[in-house]
């Protein structure tokens, strides 16, 4: 005759070990994530960026989850490459802490510091097999009957990030387009790789292609070589200014003359992030040229963007630009161009 009481106890204390070693097992193999109210998820811990963590739930959607609802995350299966607010570069896995809103961060050798999570700018995963790629693109595109005129706008950008070095490209294209006949007005390539000496300083090298017919430049080649620091790095705010040498090969769009230039560039950046809804974020870079071989030549490329987060990784943007040189290569051109351009956007990683 079965014993009920002690057959229910055996069953229970086997499901409790089950549950135990399953729990185990997945700790073991996935990164945990430990909500302030008490939810425990299984998954793949991916970045933390602009004051979001994102995390690939096991049978799950990709999460973007605020920080501030984040009380510590275990992932010690990779190593992480982590910016902080204070000006710190640290490369680690990642233990969790009993302290709320904290994690540790360090090795077993020189021991583990707790990381306040709202400290920290940027979390990327790094190690020697893989390295991170980021990207965006957005276009846009506008028509008048009566002008029977319609613009075409391309925006598009790819970063690979490495443990201390980080190559990046952005594009951008406007098409006019008249008729049965394509123009095109103003384009730009940038390609430039920076290697980061530590959390504050950075070495950058860059090569670069400009159009832009309203300035009568049919194609300005650059290659420059700067250093930039990194003054401002929080959850919601980032700032850089650069300064350095470039050397420019440029073609007239009205005639084959060609010129060669010297230049002292400053280059500053600003970027702000706001994730109350709406989710908005604003950027601006503004470039400010001092030619070294023609006198009194001064050449400014600014931009101001805005996105705005519809849904999940798509958003809705809005950018002015503005390219203004003192000494054009054409005499018959105008030495300042601007415009608003509109598109729809993706961001992909």
């Not at 280059?267 to 974020?281: A, I, Q, R, T, W």
Request: some cysteine; overall charge positive; charged content about 20%.
């Amino acid at each position: 005759m079965i014993n009920k009481p002690f057959y229910i106890l055996k069953v229970s204390l086997a499901c409790i070990c089950f549950l135990f070693s399953t729990m185990l097992l997945a700790q073991d193999k996935w990164d945990t994530l430990y909500f302030k109210n008490g939810q425990i998820v299984f998954g793949k811990l991916k970045k933390i960026d602009l004051g979001y963590l994102t995390f690939d739930g096991e049978d799950l959607s990709l999460m973007s989850i605020k920080i501030s609802k984040i009380k510590t995350v275990a992932a010690s299966k990779k190593i992480y490459r982590i910016e902080t607010t204070h000006h710190q570069n640290l490369f680690s896995t990642i233990k969790p802490s009993d302290q709320s809103g904290y994690i540790n961060v360090g090795d077993d050798k020189k021991g583990w510091n707790l990381l306040y999570l709202r400290d920290i700018s940027a979390l990327s995963y790094f190690n020697s097999e893989k390295n991170i790629w980021e990207g965006n693109i957005s276009s846009g595109y506008s028509y008048s009957k009566n002008s029977n005129i319609g613009r075409f706008n391309l925006d598009g950008g790819l970063r690979y990030l490495m443990k201390k070095a980080e190559f990046s490209s952005a594009v951008s294209s406007i098409i006019t387009q008249q008729n049965a006949t394509l123009r095109r007005d103003n384009e730009s390539v940038n390609l430039t790789s920076s290697y980061f000496f530590n959390a504050l300083w950075k070495g950058t090298f860059l090569v670069n292609y400009q159009r832009n017919l309203e300035l009568g430049l049919a194609r300005r080649y650059q290659e420059g070589i700067s250093l930039g620091i990194n003054f401002l790095s929080g959850v919601h705010t980032r700032a850089d200014i650069m300064t350095g040498l470039n050397i420019n090969q440029e073609k007239s769009s009205t005639d084959d003359s060609q010129l060669h230039t010297a230049e002292w560039p400053v280059m500053f950046s600003f970027h702000f992030f706001k994730f109350s809804h709406p989710e908005l974020s604003f950027g601006t870079t503004q470039n400010l040229y001092t030619s070294l071989t023609q006198s009194g030549r001064i050449r400014h490329d600014g931009e101001i963007k805005a996105d705005w987060k519809i849904i999940k990784d798509f958003t809705v943007n809005l950018k002015l630009y503005d390219n203004y040189d003192s000494k054009p290569n054409s005499t018959t051109a105008g030495n300042l161009d601007y415009g608003i351009v509109f598109g729809l956007g993706y961001k992909f990683d």
